[in-house]
C-alpha cells in the first residue's frame, strides 16, 4: 500500500514541478519584455535629451556670435 501511494506523490509532484516550471518560463518572459521596454525608454529619453542639448548649444553659440558683435 506504501509503494503505490508513494509513486502517486512522486507523479504528484512531477507534475506540480512542470506546472510550477512553466508559471516561471511565463514571469521570466514578462519580465524580460519589461526590461526591454524599461530599455526602450531609456534609449528614447537619452535620444530626445541629446537633441534637446544639441538645439540649445547651438542657441548658446548663435547667442554668443550676437554678442560678440555688438
Not at 500500500?1 to 512542470?18: C, Q
Request: hydrophobic share 45%; net charge negative; glycine share 2%.
Amino acid at each position: 500500500m506504501i509503494i503505490p501511494l508513494l509513486r502517486e506523490m512522486r507523479s504528484e509532484v512531477a507534475a506540480l514541478r512542470d506546472h510550477m516550471d512553466a508559471r516561471f518560463d511565463v514571469m521570466e518572459s514578462a519580465q524580460k519584455s519589461f526590461k526591454h521596454a524599461l530599455t526602450a525608454d531609456t534609449l528614447m529619453s537619452k535620444l530626445i535629451t541629446g537633441e534637446f542639448e544639441e538645439r540649445i548649444v547651438a542657441l548658446e553659440k548663435k547667442v554668443r556670435d550676437l554678442e560678440s558683435q555688438k
